[in-house]
């Protein structure tokens, strides 16, 4: 059974702090990794896909990065800003099995003006 | 262009009573999902359509919930005879092909509250 946990599941930093979210998973059988964030009372929006044969993707000032083999992934976010609070969820896609997204518990993000 | 929408946002019902759910995915998409986010829960698969297969329902928690897709667009989600601990967030995603690499679009959701 795949378990994708996210650590830390709360973190709160200055604006303008780099910082990097953590992503692991128990199974690397994966198509490919998303990861969302999700604002408060809203749906999720997708923020970077990365598919089993990359190494990282990039969009604006957040780079993602994979590890299928150690079974990690990380997001990692430039130049915070206010505007970057929200949960952030990732998710793996199995090769076995249903067409599903498996999710972690997602890490709830606070950037301090 | 438009994205998935989902209606309606919020709806409270009492226990007992059926409710559906409506998805309207992105056009063209053929694959569709049904998740629900509760708390303690995280997000968890309910149902995919994918063309005109048959669904995948391994993830719907009880014969109370269904789901169809008609014309190969528009779901309905339903929950018959509704409990307390189906009060959740229902979100509805949906990917140009239901294969390895598409990405999955989320709507909005819908907030359901069992009184």
């Known amino acids: 059974k795949q378990e994708v946990t996210q650590i830390p599941a709360a973190l709160s930093v200055p604006e303008g702090e780099n910082l990097v979210l953590n992503c692991s998973f128990t199974d690397s059988a994966i198509y490919n990794l998303q990861w969302f964030r999700q604002d408060p009372g809203k749906g999720l929006t997708s923020l970077l896909l990365?598919?089993?044969?990359?190494r990282e993707q990039t969009s604006g000032r957040l780079n993602a990065s994979l590890d299928k083999s150690s079974g990690r992934s990380t997001l990692y976010i430039a130049a915070s800003q206010p505007g970057d609070s929200a949960t952030y969820l990732c998710a793996v896609k199995r090769i076995q099995g249903a067409q599903k997204l498996v999710f972690g518990q997602g890490t709830r993000l606070t950037i301090n003006p | 262009g438009a994205g998935v929408s989902q209606s309606p946002s919020n709806k409270v019902t009492e226990k007992g009573k059926d409710v559906e759910l409506r998805c309207d995915p992105i056009s063209g998409h053929t694959a569709l999902y049904w998740y629900r986010q509760s708390l303690g829960q995280g997000l968890e698969f309910l149902i995919y359509?994918?063309?005109?297969?048959?669904?995948?329902k391994s993830g719907l928690p009880s014969d109370r919930f269904s789901a169809e897709r008609t014309g190969g667009s528009v779901s309905t989600l339903t929950i018959q005879r509704t409990q307390q601990e189906d009060s959740a967030v229902y979100l509805c995603?949906?990917?140009?092909?239901?294969?390895?690499?598409?990405?999955?679009?989320f709507g909005p959701g819908t907030r359901l509250t069992v009184t």
């Open positions: 995603a949906s990917s140009l092909y239901g294969g390895d690499s598409y990405e999955q679009y």
């Open positions: 990365i598919q089993s044969s990359q």
């Open positions: 359509f994918q063309g005109n297969s048959a669904p995948d």
